[in-house]
């Protein structure tokens, strides 16, 4: 009897674990994978997104999760390589059970995935800047082989650029002389200035190319100069930005710069120090929350969200930290709406019409995998280490 | 600006940037007049001359000229360690092999320098202003070109003086051209040796804490201006210190003239299609005299 009895404690003993266990299993995390450059030549961007989207998944969990379910970001590092890119990602998603992937920062990392990604059939949120991951076919052979799982959240570059020459069209810009990183970033900039330049009046006169790791510009620049122009435009990230706005300075080239959509983040004013001053670019809002009119519907995310991001990471946030926030809200948001199931939460991605987010205002559609409009973007200028909103 | 004005301002230009080639060079033939080896890690000792200036004077506000001198000596001692670690105690003082532990070297050098100061590209300020100057030829620069000038020239000068009229520049020559005769002269060839490296560590310091102003500095810059400093010693003619100037400089004015004339899509195609045809033309590079002097 006695040995009965015990018998009959182990038992219940068992299945309490078990179903203990098995309630623990409901409450597993939901994970969401995160493939960012955090090292190599993007890693100040892809360091700044990781951050922006932990701030989202952490606001989402003190909100007390999905359901119950807390989320996860499982993160691996691209190393800014398009080979160690496609790597991360398999090892992923051989290794966990993710539903969706936010990433990766550059464009050539994400045209490395992005086949990939289409082939297992995952929902990732890119923060690519370059437009050719929505609009490139993924099999060359077949102009109808668009990209399905693939979004972008950055606003498209070609968008930035119009954004810039119709500034130049209002501000009486007539001449311009193009100088880029001879490198993808910087010819895809030379595509779009070609094509966005003529919409609103504005001439190319001179286009010269650099080096991403040049440390002097002045002949290019130079040859610029000597053809007359109202305004340069820059396009490159990294250090080049700060070098060309010293060589102008050095110079005494009186044309207005411009750079491209990715300057606005406190690196400019550490490669570019007291030359930056006067450089426009086109940016999101969050880089100009506080100078926003009250009546601009992103005014209050865009500080709630800057307020969080300083006290969490004790920084300010550059223009590209919007893009990573606004992929994990917008993703965060459609788990909420459809739950962890990876299709289900691509229609839902797709389906984000009118969505106020810190980038601007989404409208995601199958034949507009990004959703944001040029209204979205400002432009600014800096002005004594921070910047200022232009009209 | 007429075309005048820009021809100068193109050479202007090639001289500065000729000039941080220049310095590079030298610091690769100290090493190679020494040991024969080619020394990679030359790349990393610029980086860490930016990087070091970037700590001293930026994050803990240590005054420029005294900043200056810091980082040359910590670039001088990591110099000095990695000749009195690894280099010394390699076990096959194969030239082959000494070479492939330079490129190792670096790569801890610039993984550590990465763990440091991580990735970012951080600005370093100019040692007198930025104000343009505007010469007599039309051309402009900016203050810090002079000290770029002035600091190559100056390194220069100190150098002959030193190989030359010193009796340690004279033992360090005399290493290179035999290392046996010189240990028989009573020479310590493995302090020559040991001097050799701080000596370039230094160099490479001094070239990346006089253009960290111009084109802000990182944990990697000086991959691409290593390459370009190894490609003027060869062009120079590798080992000779006046070829090191020469080969400097005329790469820096190359790269210029064709970014400025020709198309600056292709300029550096344009400088090392010039250095492979010198050295099609004159294997030895234009002032160097072949294997035949040393021996």
Known sequence: ?391 | MDFSQQIAQYIITGLTIGAIYAIVAMGFNIIHNATGIVNFAQCEFISLGGMFMYSLAVLFKVNLIIAFFISMAGVALIGALIEMGPIRHARSKEIIILIFLTIGLSEILRGAAQEVWGTDNVGVPAFSGEAPIHLPGGAAIVPQHLWIFAITVMVMLMLRYFFKKTLMGKAMRATAVNRRAAALAGISVNRMVLFSFAFSGALGAVAGMIIAPISSTSYDTGIMLGLKGFAAAILGGYGNFAGAILGGIILGILESLGAGLISSQYKDAIAFFVLLLVLFLKPTGIMGYGESERV
Request: aromatic share 6%.
């Open chain 1, 1 to 391: 009897m006695n040995r009965r009895l015990l018998t009959l404690v182990v038992m219940v003993i068992t299945v309490s674990f078990m179903v203990g266990s098995s309630l623990c299993y409901s409450a597993e995390p939901i994970k969401i994978a995160g493939i960012f450059a955090l090292t190599g030549r993007a890693a100040h961007i892809g360091t700044a997104q990781k951050d922006a989207v932990l701030l989202a998944i952490d606001e989402a969990n003190q909100q007390g999760g999905i359901n119950g379910r807390m989320l996860e970001m499982v993160m691996e590092d691209t190393e800014s390589n398009p080979t160690k890119a496609v790597m991360a990602l398999k090892k992923i998603l051989e290794s966990q059970d993710v539903v969706a992937i936010i990433g990766p920062t550059l464009t050539g990392t994400a045209m490395a995935m992005r086949g990939f990604i289409e082939k297992e059939k995952i929902p990732a949120f890119m923060h690519s800047g370059g437009d050719v991951i929505l609009k490139a076919p993924l099999d060359k052979k077949d102009p109808n082989s668009m990209p399905k799982w693939t979004f972008k959240s950055p606003y498209k570059a070609a968008d930035a650029m119009g954004k810039i020459c119709q500034y130049m069209n209002k501000h009486g810009i007539k001449k311009i002389g193009f100088v880029y990183s001879n490198e993808g970033f910087g010819k895809d900039g030379l595509r779009n200035v070609k094509v966005q330049a003529p919409k609103y009046g504005v001439e190319i006169v001179a286009q010269e190319a650099f080096q991403p790791k040049d440390i002097d510009m002045t002949a290019q620049l130079t040859r610029i100069n000597a053809k007359g122009v109202d305004a340069i435009i820059a396009w490159t990230v990294g250090p080049a930005m700060g070098i060309i706005a010293k060589n102008i300075k050095q110079l005494g080239i009186k044309a207005p710069l411009f750079e491209c959509h990715g300057a606005g983040d406190p690196i400019f004013w550490k490669v570019a120090g007291e030359s930056g001053e006067g450089v426009m670019m086109p940016s999101t809002k969050i880089v100009v929350g506080d100078q926003l009119p009250d009546s601009d519907i992103q005014k209050k995310k865009v500080l709630d969200y800057v307020k969080a991001y300083q006290t969490k990471f004790n920084r300010e946030p550059g223009t590209m930290v919007a893009y990573g926030a606004d992929a994990a809200f917008i993703i965060i948001d459609a788990i909420k709406k459809v739950g962890p199931d990876r299709a289900k939460i691509r229609d839902a991605i797709e389906n984000t019409t009118g969505y106020v987010g810190i980038s601007g205002i989404y409208n995601i559609s199958p034949q507009d995998h990004n959703g944001l409009s040029m209204d979205d973007i400002v432009m600014i200028k800096a002005t004594k280490g921070g910047w200022k909103l232009l009209d």
